[in-house]
């Protein structure tokens, strides 16, 4: 198998590892330091009266409470990215040392390097998720990819134009809990990346849509479940969506991203940096404290104007990278 990573990804377009990482050393202190955060966010947004029996709860009994307080992006304070829009000097992101660790992994690193070589980047588009039972998600959330479905896309089609076209993007799924169909795993259609980048529309939210996505019922989906140790690769051209989480549990999950060394981000705005290399020149961030310096220094960079990436979808002008008239 070791030497058939690279055959594997590209003949389907995504490839599931077993036992990557380990869960008391790699994921559970990522769970710690978002349990911090929870408790900071009782602190703050909780009566004096409530905070001592809030502080008891376990994790999913107070994201719960907190998430019935209506808190404007409330799930931005567990995502690893700064937010889209409205940024300000004060935007909250979740970037601890766990967070860094993880980027810098070198059990992760030793299989990207399989499929994509030596020269390896940290990509910015990363996005961290918590899904809780879709039962108690508001109306408005279900289809938020952040905390309930994410829709049937191509993860190109988040890139800016140059790195649609230009960018070998591979995210790495990560599962910090036991994902399955019934609590909202990712599905993907195995082979169909091989057609190449379709258009994209913006859905309701913004995030991109594939257009035409009705066709793909016809065809046989493949679900990427997973446990907390596996990691989940996906090639920039791979067409998934996830399902409705239908179990009584939450689930959470990251994905980091990388790309090849000498390619443009398609996030250019925000951090990008050697992860590994044969030049040791080329790595030039190599500690916590320099990560979280070049995320505020983009962040600052973003203020004036508010937001810090845009992309625009459809991908293409007319009709002729329509899914319709290429499967």
């Not at 947004?45 to 019935?68: D, E, G, I, M």
């Not at 499929?115 to 959330?141: A, H, Y």
């Amino acid at each position: 198998m070791k030497n058939g990573f690279k055959k594997q990804f590209e003949k389907n377009g995504f490839l599931v590892v077993r036992n990557v990482l380990d869960f008391d050393f790699d994921l559970k202190p990522v769970l710690n330091d978002m349990e911090f955060i929870m408790n900071r966010l009782v602190h703050r947004f909780a009566s004096l009266k409530q905070r001592k029996k809030l502080l008891n709860y376990n994790f999913w009994q107070k994201y719960t409470f907190l998430y019935k307080l209506n808190i404007k992006n409330f799930d931005q304070y567990f995502n690893i990215r700064l937010p889209k829009e409205n940024i300000k000097k004060n935007s909250d992101y979740f970037a601890s040392q766990s967070i860094w660790n993880l980027i810098k992994n070198k059990s992760i690193l030793d299989v990207l390097q399989k499929i994509i070589g030596t020269e390896i980047l940290s990509n910015p588009v990363q996005n961290s998720r918590i899904k809780q039972p879709e039962k108690f998600l508001k109306k408005s959330s279900m289809n938020d990819g952040l905390s309930g479905r994410t829709p049937w896309h191509q993860d190109a089609g988040v890139l800016s134009k140059t790195g649609q076209k230009s960018t070998d993007l591979i995210t790495c799924w990560i599962p910090f809990t036991k994902t399955t169909i019934k609590n909202g795993s990712m599905i993907t259609i195995p082979g169909l990346h091989k057609k190449g980048f379709f258009n994209h529309d913006s859905d309701v939210k913004g995030q991109a849509l594939l257009r035409n996505n009705e066709l793909l019922n016809k065809y046989k989906t493949v679900p990427l479940e997973a446990n907390p140790g596996d990691i989940v690769l996906l090639g920039k051209h791979t067409v998934h969506c996830s399902l409705p989480n239908q179990s009584n549990n939450f689930r959470i999950s990251m994905d980091l991203r990388y790309h090849k060394g000498g390619q443009p981000s398609g996030r250019d705005s925000l951090p990008s940096f050697f992860v590994r290399s044969k030049s040791k020149k080329n790595i030039t961030v190599t500690n916590y404290k320099q990560w979280l310096a070049k995320w505020e220094k983009a962040k600052h960079k973003c203020i004036p104007r508010g937001y810090t990436f845009k992309y625009t979808t459809p991908s293409f002008k007319g009709t002729k990278r329509d899914l319709i008239n290429l499967i």
